[in-house]
């Protein structure tokens, strides 16, 4: 009985421990395809799973990472040959399906995209759900019609996973990015990445209670939710977009209708789990040609599998930054 390494998170007098054990093969769910996992990354949402929450994980032990990069060990699925590079982001894995941080998935051929040309195993997972999360933000604000002559584009939480990517892409692409953080000491990072300007979340934050202010931006990723993103609504230019993924300031929304029907501003959704795996092999066809990074390495750190507890910690306190790559 084959057996592997794995990061297992489980209850212990009443605490949410997370430890690396062995597994057996037998363990795993069953799916269509058995993929020797490479690599994967490190997510906020993978950090909550970690410390048991139920509105992510709802049954331990389990193993978390909602990444995973690798190659096909196993498939009953004709689409899939043994030895092809594969993808798997999204969907159920690591949330309630035994996840990325360890040697071994088995998951549906749904949930499975090949590798692109245009990257590598370990480039595909320093973009990971994040980046793919950034391409989607990035494609949402093309497709509304934003150039780079519309004016400036607002990217909230930006030395995240999420924000750093898209601050990246975006300036590739020729637009204007002023980027918001609570980091001061993170400006040269993220000048590294394109952004032409850094503000502080003060900045960002409208205490005023006023309906709308001035129109600065022709567009803006938040990664954030809250206030923030209720101050970029009342910021965002005439005929503007606003994308919308995260929520780690708040889930809340507190606004008025002003911005929406004034201004014809858009409010866009990004969902990057639940999506049709055409969309998804779509997206990640862009990021591995047009949306692509020359400074992808800009934004990696790397980190070993007997590090992950440690960094699981980190995310979770706002201490880390740009995208962790987890070799398996």
Partial sequence: ???????????????????VKQKNIDELPEGDVLINVKYSSLNFKDALSSIGNKGVTRNFPHTPGIDAAGVVAESSDASFSVGEEVIVTGYDLGMNTSGGYEEYIRVPAGWVVKKPEGLTLRETMIY??????????????????????????????STGGVGSVAVAMLAKLGFHVVGVTGKADKAEFLKSL????????????????????????????????????????????????????????????????????????SLLGIDSVELPIDVKKSTWERISSDLKL???????????????????????????????????
Avoid at 129 to 157: M, N, Q, R, W, Y
């Fill in 128 to 157: 990971g759900t994040a980046g793919f999360t950034s391409a989607l933000s990035v494609i949402k604000l093309l497709d509304h019609g934003i150039t780079p002559e519309s004016g400036k584009i607002l990217v909230t939480g």
């Fill in 294 to 328: 020359s400074n992808l390495e800009e934004l990696a750190v790397d980190i070993t599998f007997d590090e992950l507890p440690e960094y699981l910690s980190k995310i979770l306190k706002g201490e880390t930054s740009g995208r962790i790559v987890v070799t398996i």
């Fill in 194 to 265: 394109g952004a032409k300007e850094i503000i502080g979340r003060e900045e960002a934050t409208d205490e005023s209670k006023r309906p709308m202010l001035k129109g600065l931006y022709a567009g803006v990723v938040d990664t954030v939710g809250g206030n923030i993103l209720a101050s970029a609504l009342k910021t965002t230019a005439y005929g503007g977009a606003v994308t919308t993924c995260g929520l780690t300031q708040s889930p809340d929304l507190n606004t008025t209708v002003f911005p929406f029907i004034l201004r014809g501003v």
């Fill in 1 to 19: 009985m084959q057996k592997f390494k794995a990061l297992v998170t489980e209850e212990v007098d009443w605490k949410y421990i997370s430890t």
